[in-house]
């Protein structure tokens, strides 16, 4: 599907037939990953195109479960990177160099956020790029696909759909929810301090 963000950039979406409808994972982390990428993407394209495209690749499969990897990728036509600073990159605070943090602001914590949030969901994030080209960000996050005689009733199995922006493919994550409880078994009392109403 393509979409016409402004004046000078479309942004294209592929997602391939083989996707699952339905992965275990956690959507949180999947999904702030995916919106640092993109908005990393639209913050440095002025013009030309940034396509957002997935695959999966089936790793292993048993009985139960089928295990593979999405490949998510974010490519665009913005102004690169050089090769001398790709190896910083996810290096918190780090940007290509000060003109572009004065030109584009931001702290350059988004990148080192999602490289270790794809670590921690045992993934890989990695870049390819080539200035006044563009970047192509690939994301590798092994799941598995929900067992086929899981009660989808049971209130322990907590499903967030993921629409594109055209509402034509909706695709879901799924993850299993565990209670928590006191010792007492009752849930317990949680004090949340926050500056953000």
């Known amino acids: 599907s393509d979409s016409n963000?402004?004046?000078n950039v479309t942004f294209n979406t592929h997602v391939s037939p083989q996707v699952p409808t339905q992965v275990v994972g956690d959507a949180w982390r999947?999904?702030?990953?995916?919106?640092n990428l993109l908005s990393n993407a639209f913050k440095f394209t002025e013009a030309g195109s940034v396509t957002l495209s997935v695959e999966w690749t089936t790793n292993a499969q048993d009985r139960t479960t089928a295990c593979g990897s999405i490949i998510l990728r974010v490519s665009d036509t913005g102004i690169g990177i050089p090769q001398t600073q790709i190896p910083l990159l996810?290096?918190?605070?780090?940007?290509?160099?000060?003109s572009i943090t004065k030109k584009y602001g931001g702290s350059g914590l988004g990148l080192a956020i999602s490289k270790r949030l794809a670590e921690v969901?045992?993934?890989?994030?990695?870049?390819t790029s080539t200035p006044n080209v563009g970047s192509t960000f690939t994301l590798e996050i092994p799941f598995k696909t929900p067992r086929m005689d899981d009660n989808e009733n049971n209130p322990a199995n907590e499903k967030i759909s993921m629409a594109?922006?055209?509402n034509q493919q909706?695709?879901?994550v799924s993850y299993r929810r565990r209670p928590f409880l006191s010792k007492t078994g009752s849930p317990p009392l949680i004090l949340v301090v926050e500056d953000n109403p």
């Open 121 to 127: 969901m045992n993934g890989n994030l990695s870049v």
């Open 90 to 98: 996810f290096n918190p605070f780090v940007q290509g160099d000060m």
């Open 30 to 35: 999947l999904r702030q990953i995916i919106t």
């Open 164 to 166: 594109s922006t055209t």
């Open 170 to 172: 909706a695709e879901t």
């Open 5 to 7: 963000i402004g004046v």
